[in-house]
């Protein structure tokens, strides 16, 4: 089966730019989204990338996509204390709607 | 655009209670909807696909009799726990994907999930 694999924690200071890391075993993905979780509450899409694509920049996120090495990285530019939280990667399993989700990183920004 | 509300947001219950767990798209139609269960600091564990006007299809390991999936309506599906037990408590949520087979990349959007806590 497939595995989504992320570390599990990342401090980094207020300002700062975050890298989160994700890691895929099915090279036939088409398709790998962002998620975002505050506690207590469920997933907020950030950003989704095809597989086409090595690069995609949303205002503050850029998301970086080595299909050869089967990585995908998210970038968080000038961090804010509002960006602690979970955050899962995800590819769409191939042939189906369904979603394989990472191990979540646990993002903590210190002011 | 492309929210999804749940509902309830939390239930606490006795033992053996049945708890139906509602998910709504609001601004866009969902042929497709899915159901997860997040244990604490775990990843989502997909439970089942639901499918608007036909039978859900669940994963493997879990019990359909116990997990009870409605999808009547392009925008709600339902989740009922049924006679739940305090191993069935947990976080479920919910997520819907807009339009048919034909808009392939649309993504999940996900409801705020449902706090379950089984006495």
């Known amino acids: 089966g497939e595995d989504v694999e992320q570390s599990l924690f990342l401090s980094v200071r207020e300002g700062d730019s975050s890298v989160i890391n994700c890691t895929y075993t099915?090279?036939?993905?088409?398709?790998l989204y962002w998620y975002k979780q505050e506690p207590g509450a469920g997933l907020q899409l950030l950003t989704y990338?095809?597989?086409?694509?090595d690069m995609k920049q949303d205002q503050r996120l850029t998301v970086l996509l080595n299909k050869k090495d089967k990585h995908l990285s998210l970038r968080i530019a000038d961090t804010q204390t509002g960006d602690s939280a979970i955050y899962f990667c995800?590819?769409?399993?191939?042939?189906?709607?369904?979603?394989?989700f990472g191990t979540g990183t646990r993002l903590k920004v210190l002011a | 655009g492309a929210v999804v509300s749940q509902h309830p947001s939390w239930v606490i219950c006795k033992s053996g209670t049945s708890v139906k767990i509602e998910c709504r798209s609001l601004?866009?139609?969902?042929?497709?909807m899915f159901w997860y269960r997040q244990f604490p600091k775990q990843s989502l564990m997909l439970m089942a696909t639901?499918?608007?006007?036909?039978?859900?299809?669940?994963e493997q390991g879990v019990e359909k009799d116990k997990f009870l999936i409605n999808h009547a309506s392009l925008t709600l599906s339902t989740l009922t726990v049924t006679s739940a037990h305090p191993e069935d408590s947990s976080f479920y949520i919910c997520?819907?994907?807009?339009?048919?087979?034909?808009?392939?990349?649309?993504?999940?959007?996900f409801g705020d999930g449902t706090r379950l806590s089984i006495l």
């Open positions: 997520s819907a994907r807009e339009g048919g087979q034909r808009i392939s990349n649309q993504p999940q959007h």
């Open positions: 099915d090279s036939s993905s088409t398709y």
């Open positions: 990338i095809f597989s086409n694509m």
């Open positions: 995800a590819e769409r399993e191939p042939g189906t709607y369904k979603y394989i």
């Open positions: 601004d866009f139609q969902a042929t497709t």
């Open positions: 639901s499918n608007e006007g036909s039978k859900a299809t669940y």
